[in-house]
């Protein structure tokens, strides 16, 4: 691993690069790196270090083709990705969404602190057996996925606030009509359900889940089509649930 460090060091990068030995390609704590294009990716087999480690930076991805088991590890970060393929070979991959990236075959796309807007992009996450793709915000990391946008899909991805905050201003979360997807929360994880422009449609879920003192937020109308009516929408115990905001008292 090369690890480079700096309060003023920008990197520029664009380049093919492998990592054989599973020991991660670049570990980087600096002001800013650009990635350009390039193919990066990992060993064959599944390792525990990721292609790239940054901390207290700018990273900005402009294009590329990265694959590996693990590929991004951000933290203290801001992270805009504009354009590029991601393909995980195993376990999972990290990354963040702000406009038409592709992330294929993943396991985890991870938030670690920060606030997120998820745009645009596509993705599809794994199917082995019981275990599908997880878009999971943890610590104090807010992800907030706008309203409908015809250039992002979701499809094998369920949605986890694990400490973190997921804001979903939209409905329709997954293109699949046979793999339901879930909206989870745990350790005091916050679900915030708002749209004052139109009511999100929550096409192919399964159930909202807060258990164990979390909070689910309803700020606004949303309307769903079940497929088992005997089964609930919302599965809520020991937790916090708000429906609606208390309009402004004008004095």
Same mark, same amino acid.
């Given at each position: 691993m090369l690890a480079l460090a700096g309060s003023y060091f920008n990197l520029n990068l664009n380049a093919n690069i492998n990592d054989s030995t599973g020991q @991660?390609? *670049?570990s980087f704590s600096g002001n800013q790196l650009t990635i350009t294009?390039?193919? +990066?990716?990992?060993?064959s087999f599944s390792s525990t270090n990721y292609l790239f480690t940054f901390s207290n930076i700018l990273v900005t991805i402009n294009s590329g083709t990265f694959i590996a088991s693990k590929i991004l590890n951000i933290n203290? +970060?801001?992270l805009n990705i504009f354009e590029g393929t991601f393909?995980?070979?195993s376990q999972g991959a990290i990354g963040i969404s702000?406009? +038409?990236p592709t992330f294929i075959d993943l396991?985890? *796309?991870q938030f670690n602190g920060g606030m997120t807007n998820i745009d645009y992009g596509y993705f599809t996450g794994i199917q082995r057996e019981s275990v599908y793709g997880q878009i999971k915000t943890i610590d104090s990391s807010e992800v907030t996925i706008i309203e409908d946008n015809e250039n992002r899909t979701f499809l094998y991805i369920d949605f986890n606030a694990v400490g973190g905050h997921l804001i979903f201003e939209v409905g329709l979360l997954s293109r699949s009509q046979n793999r339901k997807f879930f909206i989870l929360a745990s350790e005091s994880g916050i679900i915030t359900i708002k749209n004052t422009i139109s009511g999100p449609k929550f096409t192919n879920i399964d159930q909202i889940i807060c258990n164990d003192k979390n909070t689910l937020n309803i700020f606004t109308g949303f309307s769903y089509s079940p497929e088992n009516t005997s089964q609930a929408l919302i599965q809520t115990f020991d937790s916090t649930v708000v429906? @609606? *905001?208390a309009s402004p008292i004008d004095e």
């Open positions: @991660g390609l *670049i294009g390039g193919f +990066y990716s990992g060993p203290q +970060y801001i393909t995980g070979s702000n406009s +038409y396991e985890l *796309i429906i @609606g *905001i």
